[in-house]
């Protein structure tokens, strides 16, 4: 009977102080913290955060790493990535940037919300999972040369590939994406925020071929004038004859010479 009543006590202790950082405007914590300020061993520690966890109260999407989940959020299980993937990253001191279908939906491009949040980093790392939210990383080669911009979020700045680079990176991973027809649809729907000029500085950080299908699509969504200036460095930068739109299949197919493209699948986005 004892250890229970020890054990509560611990864990009211441990509520207390994870709603003081709340009140004090910080949301995030590490295990270390929490062990410190509590004043007890790191296995009594580990218990406490335990029992608020399975309250609903804090979560823990990465080993040593704890959030504190508004009552808003309770049912989800865990804040949206955009609240603690900041936060997260400047802990373990990896550059970073939500990308692909995230960075779409941060640009406006809503037409399907994607089932994962997409980040963008140097090296490889495992998906993670915070009860219903998912977060996976896609290795971005040149990383840092991409240009990216400054969210602003209830828990801090989140950094996200220009409209431009997001355009980029939709095609560089159309398996990422949905496919080609999703791919379109994206584009479609983030045509209006592309910059012409942006778009031929954005291509110096990948392979030609992803500037290529780029080209290619954003004419075959009706955004050709944002398209033409690309078309001239795709001129002056592609080294081969001739690229595949849809590089996994057959390899022919009508051939589009202004983007030296081998049209060997049918694009049908939705828009």
Known sequence: MGYFVHMKGRVETARRYVDGLAQSGRHFFSAADARAALGVSPAAAKM?????????LIASPARGYHVIVPPEYRALGCPPAEHF???????LGLRYYAGLLTAAQFHGAA??????????LERARRPLACSRVRVVFIVRKRLRD????RINTPRGTLLVS????????????????????QVATQLGELAEQLDAEKLVAVADTAPPVWSQRLGYLLERV??????????????????????????????????????????????????
């Open 48 to 56: 406490a955060l335990h029992r608020l966890s399975r309250q609903g």
């Open 111 to 120: 037409h399907q919300r994607p089932q994962e949040f997409q980040v963008c």
């Open 162 to 181: 220009t409209p431009e680079a997001t355009a980029l990176d939709l095609v560089g991973y159309p398996h990422r994406a949905g496919g080609l027809n």
């Open 222 to 271: 009706g955004a050709a004038e944002k398209a033409a200036p690309l078309k001239n460095w795709v001129l002056g930068h592609a080294r081969k004859s001739a690229v595949l739109l849809a590089g996994a299949r057959s390899a022919s197919g009508d051939r589009d010479s202004g983007w030296k493209i081998i049209v060997n699948a049918t694009v049908e986005p939705d828009l």
């Open 85 to 91: 993937i900041p936060s997260l990253m400047e802990r």
């Open 146 to 149: 991409v240009p990216v911009q």
